[in-house]
């Protein structure tokens, strides 16, 4: 039986939600499927995305805290209890909405829920404590301790950008990262964007334009975006500038077929075709959105299906496997590749905790398979959009270089992107404090063989 807005305890909704997120699944993924299962109300739905999200945010600094005030150290806790410990802290430091006795009492009641009772006391008594002395704590000063805390980022990535962009970079990076707008991309083949503005103000949404990309808009109050007509009638999508700057980077015509071979969930895809229909909306275009599973896949039909884009199909494809039948047949590929996400970990909290420098070595070798296979797919004359939502030259000039020199390709200047990003290399690099996600574009064509 679905539970009432009145019977459901948002916090016990949250313990569940972080306990899936450190078993592995990720965070969006389990607040999409979370929001959708309950019957909530906004206000809940505000606290549960709010208190779920700052929890992962600050988990460095939650346990930094934590462990100030605990004999037994957040590493050598159970997860539960770690859990527990560390919503309840967000709480008492970044919602002050929440009197510090429910804080405290909520968390005890969790504790005894979950079957750890025994704990119980150890719960009440290290959150009172930190409620008590909270405007004490003792921040570290050492670089780059200090800015791991303040910034909940492991320090090796804060090294990583000291050793590509120079001591002290990290610090602005990580001042971009902490800016959050939301912005929107008009569907311009659907609606106009006059009109996208004078409802969205209707419905009492602050909205401001774009200085960059005039087809996006950047929204405060929006609240929920489901409760928007424009957003269910697919007019709008949720979409970062930097990311917008992808499908202008592709540029297709109206009877192009595009490939993009790393499609979930499905935004540069349907930007594509809206640029496709907008400039001819008879065109015979095709974007194919193909990504390695069913599941990945129907994500891609959600939004293209939401902005009624015809011009879209579907393949399961696994971007590392050759597919033969598509060989020298697309006038533009996209590989918006898999890459380590630090360019967008204000949304993705979780990405910053599960990524490793290991791990940075085995993604680049997954790019440049991908990429191997989908230069294939090009015909002579046709294009190669390259692009991460990292900030990591491995993984962006480091690539780009290797596309150029092992495969072949030849770099398009980008010139013809908005002036304010605009560049005669045929790559641009964008960092988190230039205003939008941290982002990385290369496009190449490939020549008459």
Known sequence: MTKTPNQINERNIVLGM???????????????????????????????????????????????????????????????????LRMSVFQLKYMDSVPASAAC???????????????????????????????????????????????????????????????????????????????????TSKASLEDIVTNLEYNNVTVSHSDIVDTMLLVKDAGSLDNLDVFRAGFVTVQNISSALVGLAANPYADDYVIDVCAAPGGKSVHMADIMLTKNSNGKGVVEARDVSQTKVDLIKDTASRCRMGNVTYKVWDGTVFDKDSEAKADIVLADVPCSGLGVIAGKSDIKYNTTKEGLDDLVKLQRKIVSNAVKYIKPGGKLIYSTCTVNKKENEENAKWIEEELKMKGIPLDYLPKEVASDQNYISIMPHDGMDGFFIAAFMKTDE
């Open 105 to 187: 009492n909520e968390a005890v009641k969790l504790a005894r829920k979950h079957k750890f009772a025994g704990l119980s006391g150890f719960v009440n008594g290290v959150l009172r404590n930190i409620a008590r002395n909270l405007d004490d704590v003792n921040y570290p000063t050492q670089y780059p301790t200090n800015l791991s805390v303040k910034y909940s980022i492991p320090e090796w990535i804060i090294l990583m950008w000291d050793e590509q962009f120079g001591k002290g970079t990290s610090t602005t990076i990580l001042e971009g990262l902490s800016q959050k707008d939301i912005s929107l991309r008009v569907n």
């Open 18 to 84: 972080l306990l899936k997120v450190y078993d592995g699944v990720l965070s969006h993924i389990v607040l999409n499927e979370t929001l959708a299962q309950y019957q909530l109300d906004n206000v809940q739905k505000s606290f549960i995305t709010y208190l779920f999200k700052g929890t992962l945010e600050k988990q460095i600094e939650l346990d930094y805290i934590i462990d100030c005030f605990s004999k037994t150290k957040t590493k050598k806790m159970k997860p539960t209890i770690v859990a527990i």
